[in-house]
């Protein structure tokens, strides 16, 4: 997975939250926990894939 | 088919957080926003207790099946990964306390069991790194994650309930009801669903990794982390 594909998601997450905050759906400093909490995860998710992709080359090198 | 399931469950994460934030409603006699911890506070208490029975169970298999050393490192991954996620749980529940009972410590007999859990897996940790010999190490910390078996269920789901506890009642509790709104039940589930499959995803990797290592095959932690193996190497 391109490290584009992530800032692209976190992207979308962020400006999801910023909409949701607009429509007044959740509280300002809630709306900012969520983006964090979002983008963490995704940068969590993406590191895991990288590790995993990495161990797999290591298992099996060619 | 497993970059499909890896995707899901970034979803069900994004679900999760998503639901924990927005769709779930606050829980009464709860402090402002305090009730939403619950979602990640007990799924990480909860994914650390699968995690040291595991290890327990990969221990059995270690001492009574064949000796084979991927069981000795699943265990070894899961009781270090288990540590990770219990320091976690303490964590956010000294945060909630702080909110609640107005102190980050109270000696809440939760509190107490949780330390005494930490205690003894730390002590698993630190006796692997005390034995220098391989096959002494993995026999002794095999037998010492084994007993774990019977000491972990007392110290997470006994010892809280011997003495009054200030602790919010337990999902499942004494009455056999589950007492929660069905928007917060459902989102509690789905975290702790999301959070044990993450943990066993992690625990895939850190075995493997840990199985690398022991292979001796050309592994450096360099590597791993991302920067040029070369460059850690005077």
Redesign the interface.
């Known amino acids: 997975m391109a490290l584009r594909t992530v800032w692209l998601l976190i992207a979308i997450?962020t400006l999801g939250t910023i909409a949701?905050q607009a429509s007044g759906?959740?509280s300002g400093s809630?709306g900012w926990?969520?983006a964090v909490?979002?983008v963490i995860?995704?940068g969590l998710?993406y590191f895991?894939?990288?590790?995993?992709s990495?161990?797999s080359s290591?298992?099996n090198?060619s | 088919m497993k970059k499909l399931m890896?995707w899901g469950?970034?979803l069900l994460?994004?679900l999760v957080?998503?639901g924990a934030?927005?769709w779930a409603p606050l829980a009464q006699s709860f402090l402002g926003?305090s009730s939403r911890i619950l979602f990640f506070h007990v799924p990480m208490a909860w994914t650390s207790f699968v995690a040291f029975i595991a290890a327990g169970i990969w221990s059995v298999r270690y001492l009574a099946f064949g000796r084979r050393v991927a069981d000795d490192l699943a265990a070894q991954a899961a009781v270090e990964l288990g540590l990770v996620l219990c320091v976690l749980a303490t964590v956010t529940g000294a945060m909630w306390a702080k909110t609640m009972w107005g102190e980050f410590w109270n000696w809440d007999p939760r509190q107490t069991s949780i330390t005494f859990a930490l205690l003894f897996y730390a002590a698993y940790v630190a006796l692997r790194q005390s034995l220098p010999d391989a096959e002494t190490r993995r026999r002794l910390s095999g037998a010492y994650a084994a007993l774990g078996l019977a000491v972990a269920p007392f110290l997470f789901f006994v010892a809280p309930r011997i003495v009054y506890s200030l602790h919010p009642q337990p999902v499942l509790n004494s009455s056999g009801k589950v007492e929660m709104e069905s928007r917060m039940f459902v989102v509690l589930m789905a975290s702790l669903f999301t959070f044990t499959v993450l943990f066993f995803?992690?625990h895939n990797?850190y075995r493997?990794?840990l199985q690398?290592f022991e292979d001796g095959?050309?592994?450096d932690r360099a590597?791993?982390e991302?920067s040029p193996t070369e460059r850690a190497r005077p």
């Open positions: 997450l949701l759906k959740i809630l926990v969520l909490n979002l995860w995704t998710f895991l894939l990288r590790i995993q990495k161990i290591l298992e090198p | 890896s469950l970034w994460g994004c957080i998503i934030f927005v926003q995803w992690l990797l493997r990794a690398l095959a050309n592994l590597t791993l991302g």
